[in-house]
């Protein structure tokens, strides 16, 4: 089963930066569409970003929460099978934990920001914002 993995989460301070990764072992991330989740203390799970799976239909595209355009860039290293995450212009609303997340290549990218879109779930990574 396909189970996807994150690390790079960790303590920084306001302003830094973090690069999340998420890959799956025996998996090849490139045929899947991944997102990225968050949920912080006592709020519920919110969409990120996610990266659509390119295939014969779609050129594959990107798509941001609005309240991190700007600031998060997700992209995928095909020759290293994992997605990143980079996180700029850290504040302390970026704390929380961070999930990555897997669907069918048919996701389309107007509703990638939907959970129910993807199978799979890794268990997160935490990141924590200081100020």
């Known amino acids: 089963q396909m189970q996807p993995v994150e690390s790079g989460g960790g303590l920084v301070q306001a302003g830094g930066s973090l690069k999340l990764s998420c890959s799956a072992a025996?998996?090849?991330?490139?045929?899947?569409?991944i997102a990225w989740f968050r949920q912080a203390p006592g709020k519920e799970r919110e969409f990120v970003a996610s990266?659509?799976?390119?295939?014969?239909?779609?050129?594959?595209?990107?798509h941001y929460a609005d309240a991190v355009k700007g600031r998060f860039t997700i992209s995928r290293d095909i020759a290293k099978d994992t997605v990143y995450l980079q996180i700029d212009s850290l504040i302390t609303g970026d704390t929380a934990i961070y999930c990555c997340?897997?669907?069918?290549?048919?996701?389309?990218?107007?509703?990638?920001?939907?959970?129910?879109?993807?199978?799979?779930w890794g268990q997160g990574t935490q990141v924590t914002v200081a100020s």
């Open positions: 997340t897997s669907g069918p290549n048919t996701v389309l990218v107007s509703t990638s920001y939907r959970g129910d879109r993807y199978n799979f």
């Open positions: 025996g998996h090849t991330l490139e045929s899947y569409t």
């Open positions: 990266s659509v799976a390119r295939a014969r239909w779609s050129p594959g595209k990107t």
